[in-house]
């Protein structure tokens, strides 16, 4: 592999069979032996191409993560490959779909996105709604917090003229299986061609290279560290599959929000950070409660265990945080199912102590959603008001039986 | 149903069409009309038997949860039915497959469960397997925590003589749709049949009465908050299949720990209470780490993003934790898959600041273990030793593609 002579240049990098490199401090290096030596492979094998002006206009918002960075062969760097011509030169197919206008809001590890960069990117794309120009917008996000951006996004963006879509990668470009290509050429076909004006993930279906799967934003979530079809729609059906070879939509789910006129936009980009996630288990410490709310954070979300419970010794401190005017809302840890805490003696008093229980919602999507909803208002009735209310289909009334994944050898 | 004449004299409880209780004031009733008039029908419909004396002995140890209860329809107070006779009038089938023999440990909702539980429970099984007359054990144990306990026991209690199996039930046995009767016979009959030396859990496979599933205790997790097949492997495969009225045991999965001799009994039952479980998330608060590490938590488990990361902002906070001696651990929140923090920069810096990844064990897993390595020592060396040891199989080596499940319509 190219060295990186920048920030590592006493280090030998190499490619290994599992696809992922390894470095090796040269002055450890006693004898190099040639086992194969092949020619030198140019590295641009595509020629450069034009977008043909009758193309639609997509504009892709670079966020960061794998999917828009690449090892720069004749540098050694890994940088951003988010030019429009970067990006064509990947993806020679793209010319035949649209064209591309590129902005790079940030390029971060998406482990360090933040309620503020929710926040940016949600303006970024309010903005270019109101372009008559642009008929779709991808925004390129690491894979590891996508789900949070997207609900936040949900949130924040209602009444959408076309779908805004996130997409990612799980493997890098340099690497034979990258996701990138196939996730990211789906994505365009998805702003475009797509019924829905909702917030929309869109990667990998399956382990190979057929189709992509687009997952309502507020009901998706990364189920697996590797795999490329590591998202999954929980307690909802994802709303399409992508077929890139054939430019195709296949609608799976009816119960979409449609495309809507753009002056019905709806903004509201904000969102409050001293918001915590917090998961019970067997002797759940109360004190963390109890800290949070002393240092001054304005919402919890807990995520209990079966039905939407945690312990009893919690409760007290639960009732006081209540009392001291911080949003106490409660999903569950098995993901799949529904919140109902009228069914044993811990709910109801949880519900008792104030608690707000929010059916189906995922963990991560109640997060999101408190966080932007005590940014509006900080009156506990209103709080209550709206996590209730079902914006963006975050809350699914109707679970039939088959929504829940087969495991196999079951 | 019959009233509670303790609790609630006043309350008319009604049984509704979907299977839940409601209660009603009566003193709000204006008027009752009778629709419809049946006969009382008697309590016992089984005439009281004996068990077989030749049959073998199981003994049951209650700790609470929904299949340790039922309505007495005489007095009208819900209590533990958990003598011999009780189970027996409730599932008569058990009468040809075992002796059953009942402590009540205690009998608490399962979201109250503490360490304390877990190692009062571990005694118990341990000073059972001492006895010649036994020849398995079931727990009755409330679903919302029972993954944790499993695991929990399964640390403490190695080198088992026949399967210790954990068994619940998602609906009561006042209710048609009750699981508790297919759960418990499957229980009895996998402790006694099943050739793994292991503690498990058995829980319905399918959401209809077929068959239960055998999970590892490492390995389960409840991943649905009401349906009755809840309980699924997660990064491996059932132990096995259990189809109640054939009285068979399937083996599904060939890599389990075979049944031992009752004198190689390793028995560890200590459970160090000061561990969390923390959730990483977009914006999380480093102070929440500091917090922990200043109320003298001696163990922090990362429930991290993707492949084992939370946010760069966090990881001065993870160095000081670890400086001041406090053991932190990473896993993955997206359950499936495995944590590998070689691949990118984020997760480099945190095993450089001297977090311990956790391969592919559950974040709940990882939790119970690190509390029970943290009862042996604090020496963090010993720790990571102890940690990184795969010792009942709650690290899956070998991951196949079919190990993730089908999502419907996908």
């Known amino acids: 592999m190219p060295k990186h002579a920048l920030s590592a240049p006493e280090m030998i990098v190499l490619k290994l069979d599992n696809g992922y490199n390894v470095g090796i401090d040269s002055s450890k290096i006693a004898r190099i032996e040639v ?9 641009s094998l595509v020629p450069t191409v034009q977008f043909d002006p009758s193309l639609p206009l997509v504009k892709v918002v670079g966020t960061g993560g794998t999917i828009a960075s690449r090892v720069e062969y004749e540098t050694g760097a890994v940088k951003p490959a988010m030019t429009p011509q970067d990006l064509l030169e990947l993806m020679p ?6 064209r591309l206008e590129v902005e790079v809001l940030f390029n971060i590890l998406s ?3 933040t309620p503020h960069h929710w926040e940016q990117i949600a303006l970024c794309v309010a903005r270019t709604i109101e372009r008559s120009d642009v008929s779709g917008i991808v925004i390129a996000h690491g894979t590891d917090t996508m789900s949070y951006t997207a609900a936040a996004l949900a949130f924040a963006l209602q009444n959408l003229p076309y779908p805004i879509v996130l997409v990612g990668a799980q493997r890098s470009s340099d690497r034979p ?9 789906s994505a365009v076909i998805t702003t475009l061609r797509a019924p829905f004006g909702e917030v929309v993930v869109c990667m990998h279906g399956t382990p190979s290279d057929t189709y992509s799967l687009v997952h309502r934003g507020v009901k998706v979530r990364k189920m697996h560290s590797s795999r490329r079809d590591a998202f999954q729609s929980i307690n909802d059906y994802p709303l399409a599959r992508v077929w890139p070879l054939e430019g195709r939509v296949e609608v799976l789910n009816r119960r979409f ?3 809507k006129d753009k002056d019905s936009l709806r903004v509201i980009a904000r969102f409050e950070p001293r918001v915590a996630l917090v998961k019970a288990y067997p002797g759940f410490q109360p004190e963390i409660i109890d800290m949070l709310v002393d240092r001054g954070f304005k919402g919890i979300v807990i995520e209990g265990t079966g039905l939407g419970h945690i312990n009893e010794q919690s409760i007290p401190s639960i009732k006081r945080a209540v009392e001291l005017g911080v949003a106490v809302v409660m999903t569950t ?3 799949f199912g529904r919140v109902n ?11 008792e102590a104030g608690v707000i229980p929010c059916s189906d919602m995922l963990p991560e999507t109640a997060f999101v959603k408190l966080s932007w909803v005590l940014a509006q208002t900080q009156d506990l009735n209103e709080v209550r008001k709206l996590m209730l209310t079902n914006f963006v289909n975050e809350i699914n009334p109707i679970h039939t039986p088959d929504l829940y994944p087969r495991w196999p050898g079951t």
Chains 1, 2 share one sequence.
Do not use: W
Not at 35 to 43: A, G, I, L, M, S
Not at 177 to 185: E, K, R, V
């Open 93 to 98: 197919e793209l010319g035949r779909i649209a």
């Open 35 to 43: 086992v194969e030596c092949r020619p030198f492979r140019e590295y």
């Open 177 to 185: 299986s990258t996701d990138a290509a196939l996730n990211f050429i």
């Open 257 to 259: 929000i449609p495309r």
């Open 333 to 335: 840890q098995t993901l």
């Open 341 to 351: 805490m009228n069914v044993y003696l811990t709910g109801r008093r949880l519900l």
């Open 111 to 113: 482990e360090n996105m």
